[in-house]
């Protein structure tokens, strides 16, 4: 009872949701590296906070409008790609279950 | 700063402290009313507004507590920006929700998840040790945190209560934490309590935070829009303002600002109350999709105005002026009495929405894995007998008024000092210890019980050492020689500078240890430690949460020697009858039998332990169900897919296995049909012989009679008795073709109804003096809840009495108890009333369960009162056409029968419902 083999391309459709959750993976990482860059910014004593708390509060308004892009199309229930993907999964031993594959 | 002082004093007349009492008393009956109307609506069926995702998005927010209403502008106003850094950890977690939190959800509701003890308990093989732990770091976490929101009530009132805001002392504050202390021990209970329910929601609670979460936001955006237009002259000379302010205190620390961030994300994944409101209230996955952006922009709009507050407040205020407490100080010293009641309403919001969530999720935890396991352990006959569910709703009880109790005793221990403030990151790092055993757990299937335990205890011994103990302070719970010299004086163990790393901030030093030794050795133990199988199954379920098919093969029971009756008298005992009869009534439909007792197939004790772990916990569940089955087992396939890895050739054993159980079952529901079969075959001849018999003697008296009455001459007396005799066997044979009649038209559905509407109690009341007649002599009790019975029917009266009378002349025959007793309860249910007769005798045995609604069938001659066992068979048939049905309940202790019908009878539909009935 081996799985069938994952076929090599996929839909088209089925394709662009795949990368969608790529993108909604790689927001918070996006996230934290935009948060983390005014620790390089140098010396602040000359100045006040003025400026970062402008930028802190921009980026997390842009990272909240990019989730809000995002979010109607992870939440849409996967009905026509869905239902053969079990068979589009590598053929992971159960090693890592695979539920997220690309 | 004198003119600031007068106003203030002038104020002190205009704002009563009397007022505010009242408004803070009017606010909570509000709440109450509002919590009310949600369960209300929640019991109807009628959730609408309820399950929304905006509800969902507002109860998150209890993540903003006291702590951020008064704590953030004091926060803002010692160390400038980095208290963001406490909302952006969140941020990062919701808008990558894909990660972590849709996992979390789908986990949750998988497993019926009650508390995040119990998702660790049951992921790490519903292991008991583990849910204590958890509860137990939970609960030591969470007081001082319950003390602070109580601290910052009291502090609010004594805002208002002092003449000047400088001085916070209150006369009796003791007595205002009590008060408010008591009140959120009540809310709690009254609707944290309210009901077992088999996936511990709380919908008037969910609503009530909801509303709190708007109060709260409209409250800081009121005063913060007042401070920036009103006395900062507009956003772009805030940032000037900002911009001019060079305070040391206020540049960012690179290693607190990045741990922070790491911090605060760990603690919106693991802190109880969190948990509490994202998994186990969530009615939709989906709502989580619109929460990953719409909470980060509710916290955005939270934070947005705490910068101006603080840097004004620190302008205008006085030096000495508490910075925790200028948003309430801020507008009275300006006059704005209004704006500083509604700030009031919006802390108090704050403070007490966190305390009942906390508390709900606290007392679930402490019942369930710590009470309830110590019960059955000390009891375990109670596994068996007794109502468990008054036990468990006491024990539930009793645990929210100890957790509110510690957080009271907590709070005058520490005489409501300033080391409260910062308690609240304390909380974060030591709840923030469950992490790697959760995030280990749902990612990684080697993830061992071992492992979990080591790494909790060790982070949670590690956080108390370097952080908890020492935040009381030097010499208060650690001597001031340890934290020169190191426990025991090693120096390596100074619980500020552990291994000699001296230069970290106290906070980080802490994290890092605490978190690298826990990771550490949840790691090594898993590694070393061998899982047993229910962990193993318990891991793959976990890790492959959307594998659909890993799903399917779960931990299931084998074939033991509980029968489905045992295992529906256990679940009645914990869900309560009518959930159990209609769970056990949908598995039974699932499998295609009819009644309510279901084959016990793995696949249905697996469902019914996920339905109990939602009432008791995973752990206690497991235990239950073992307690009736004899052993825990796990069934041969899933050790064989446990055992090896490469379980491709079991597996199709595996599915020959399934199919060949599947054909048992057929088999064997064949062999009932055709066992039925047969009894019909046989009641047919035996209805024929039973008619011409029925038919015959009545016949031959009316004719013995009638022959002596034609010779003539006889005493009129005898001639009068003769005539009685031949009339009451006529009237005899006429009430039994009546009741042929009857059926026959019955079962053809040509029967004409006649709709009207009735109450349930008129109709109970003319079926019980109706049925009196029979048996007269007997004593018999009736017990009837009259308020549940005031329920108006659309349906056909008088055919319905006549069910009724069937039903009750029934057990005034056949029960046999010494004091007869008929419980007629009454309940209303989707659109259907439900009307239960439950008498005390000795029911009717299994076998003959399947035939009493058959005609002709008497189970004994005992006692036989008249009548040619029609009866059920009529009422049966009444009842289809009714478009209801009246049933046999099994597990009652005695008789009872369940007849339904429909509130409104559309009488389309009645004839539909006959045809399938038919088909």
Not at chain 2, 240 to 246: D, L, N, P, S, V
Not at chain 2, 256 to 272: D, Y
Not at chain 2, 462 to 477: C, D
Request: charged share 15%; net charge neutral.
């Amino acid at each position: 009872m081996r799985r069938p083999r994952p076929p090599l391309f996929l839909a088209r459709a089925v394709y662009r949701r795949r990368r969608l959750r790529d993108a909604a993976r790689l927001l918070p990482v996006l996230g934290l590296f935009l948060l983390l860059l005014p620790l390089m910014w140098g010396d602040p004593s000359g100045k006040g906070a003025g400026q970062s708390v402008v930028y802190v509060f921009v980026v997390w308004v842009v990272l909240i409008a990019l989730a809000a892009y995002l979010a109607p199309g992870l939440a849409r229930p996967e009905s026509d790609g869905e239902a053969g993907r079990d068979a589009q999964l590598p053929p992971s031993g159960g090693k890592s279950g695979g539920q997220d594959a690309l | 700063m004198h003119s600031c002082r007068r106003q203030v004093a002038s104020l002190g007349a205009k704002m009563p402290f009397n007022l505010l009492v009242l408004a803070c008393l009017a606010y909570v009956a509000f709440l109450f009313l509002v919590a009310f109307a949600g369960e209300r609506r929640a019991a109807m069926g009628a959730m609408g507004f309820l399950r929304s995702p905006v509800v969902y998005t507002l109860s998150l927010s209890i993540y903003c507590t006291a702590w951020t209403f008064y704590g953030a502008v004091g926060y803002a106003a010692r160390s400038g920006l980095e208290f963001l850094t406490i909302y952006l950890g969140p941020t990062l977690v919701f808008i990558g929700w894909w990660w972590v939190l849709r996992k979390l959800v789908r986990i949750g509701r998988q497993q019926r998840v009650t508390s995040i003890a119990d998702l660790i308990s049951s992921r790490y093989g519903k292991s008991n040790i583990l849910g204590i732990l958890v509860t137990v770091i939970a609960v030591v976490a969470a007081t001082p945190y319950i003390a602070l929101q109580l601290q910052s009530v009291t502090q609010s009132f004594g805002v208002f209560a002092s003449e000047t805001p400088e001085n916070w002392a209150l006369p009796n504050h003791d007595a205002t934490v009590f008060w408010v202390a008591a009140g959120l021990a009540l809310f709690t209970i009254v609707f944290g309590t309210r009901n077992l329910d088999a996936k511990e929601q709380h919908h008037g609670i969910v609503i009530a935070i909801a509303v709190e979460a708007v109060v709260k936001l409209v409250a800081l955006l009121a005063v913060g829009i007042f401070v920036v237009w009103g006395l900062g002259g507009g956003p772009v000379a805030m940032i000037g303002r900002i911009e001019t302010i060079a305070n040391p205190a206020w540049m960012i620390q690179p290693t607190r600002w990045a741990g922070l961030i790491f911090l605060s994300a760990a603690a919106v994944i693991s802190l109880p109350r969190m948990f509490q409101v994202m998994v186990v209230e969530n009615v939709e996955e989906d709502h989580l999709a619109r929460a990953s952006w719409a909470f980060p922009l509710y916290l955005v709009l939270m934070n947005i105005f705490i910068l101006p507050i603080a840097v004004v407040g620190l302008e205008l205020m006085p030096a000495g002026a508490n910075p925790d407490m200028l948003v309430l100080t801020l507008p009275l010293s300006q006059g704005q009495g209004g704006l500083a009641m509604l700030a009031f309403l919006g802390g108090f919001s704050s403070a007490t929405s966190m305390v009942i969530v906390e508390t709900i999720a606290l007392a679930t935890m402490v019942s369930n894995h710590i009470v309830m396991p110590v019960w059955l352990w000390l009891r375990p006959d109670t596994a068996r007998t007794g109502d468990l569910r008054g036990g468990i709703l006491l024990s539930r009880r009793l645990s929210i008024m100890a957790v509110l109790a510690l957080g009271v005793a907590y709070f005058k221990m520490s005489g409501g000092s300033n080391a409260l403030a910062a308690i609240g990151l304390v909380a974060f790092a030591g709840m923030a210890q469950v992490l790697p055993a959760i995030l280990g757990g749902i990612f990684w299937r080697g993830g061992t019980k071992l492992g979990a335990v080591l790494g909790l205890s060790i982070g949670f011994v590690v956080w108390a050492y370097t952080l908890f103990l020492p935040s009381f302070g030097e010499g208060a719970m650690l001597s001031a020689e340890i934290f020169r010299n190191g426990l025991f004086g090693i120096g390596w163990l100074r619980p500020q500078a552990l291994f000699g790393t001296e230069g970290m901030d106290p906070l980080i030093h802490a994290l890092f240890w605490s978190f690298s030794l826990n990771t550490a050795a949840y790691a090594l133990g898993s590694l070393l430690s061998f899982p047993d199988p229910v962990e193993r199954v318990q891991g793959v379920s976990f890790v492959n949460a959307f594998d659909e098919e890993s799903q399917a093969e779960r931990l299931g029971w084998t074939h033991g020697q509980a029968e489905p009756e045992a295992l529906l008298n256990m679940a009645q005992r914990i869900l309560g009858d009518d959930a159990a009869l209609s769970f056990f009534e949908t598995e039974t439909a699932a499998q295609g039998k009819a009644g309510y007792l279901p084959d016990l197939t793995p696949a249905f004790l697996a469902a019914l332990e996920r339905r109990l772990a939602g009432s008791v916990g995973a752990a206690t569940a497991h235990a239950m169900i073992s307690q009736l089955f004899g052993r825990a087992t796990v069934t041969v396939e899933d050790l064989m897919a446990v055992a090896t890895e490469a379980a491709q050739i079991m597996e199709y054993s595996a599915q020959l296995e399934s199919q060949r159980s599947e054909l048992t079952r057929t088999a064997r529901q064949l062999r009932e049909v055709n066992e039925k079969l047969t009894q019909i075959s046989a009641q047919k001849d035996a209805f024929l012989s039973q008619i011409s018999h029925e038919l015959r003697t009545p016949m031959t008296s009316i004719r013995a009679f009638s022959e002596i009455l034609t010779e003539g001459d006889l005493p009129p007396k005898m001639v009068a008795d003769y005539g009685q005799i031949i009339h009451a066997e006529a009237q005899r044979l006429t009430r039994l073709l009546d009741d042929l009649l009857d059926i026959s038209v019955l079962e053809n559905g040509s029967v004409q109804l006649n709709l009207g509407l009735a109450s349930i109690t008129d109709m109970i009341e003319r079926a019980l003096v109706a049925a009196s007649q029979t048996r007269p002599e007997r004593r018999f009790e009736v017990q009837r809840d009259p308020t549940r019975e005031a329920i108006f029917v659309r349906t056909d009266p008088d055919r319905l009495v006549q069910v009724f009378i069937n039903l009750i002349s029934n057990a005034r025959k056949y029960c046999d108890a010494e004091a007869p007793r008929l419980r007629i309860s009454v309940r209303q249910k989707g659109g259907r009333v439900m009307v239960d007769f439950i008498d005390n005798g000795s029911g009717i045995p299994k076998e003959a369960q399947g035939l009493i609604f058959e005609k002709f069938a008497r189970l004994s001659d005992e006692s036989r009162a008249g009548g040619a066992g029609l009866g059920l068979a009529i009422c049966r048939e009444i009842m289809a056409n009714l478009g209801g049905t009246v049933a046999y309940l099994p597990g009652q202790k005695g008789a009872a029968f369940r007849v339904s019908v429909p509130l409104r009878l559309d009488p389309a539909a009645g004839v539909a419902a006959k045809e399938t009935l038919r088909v």
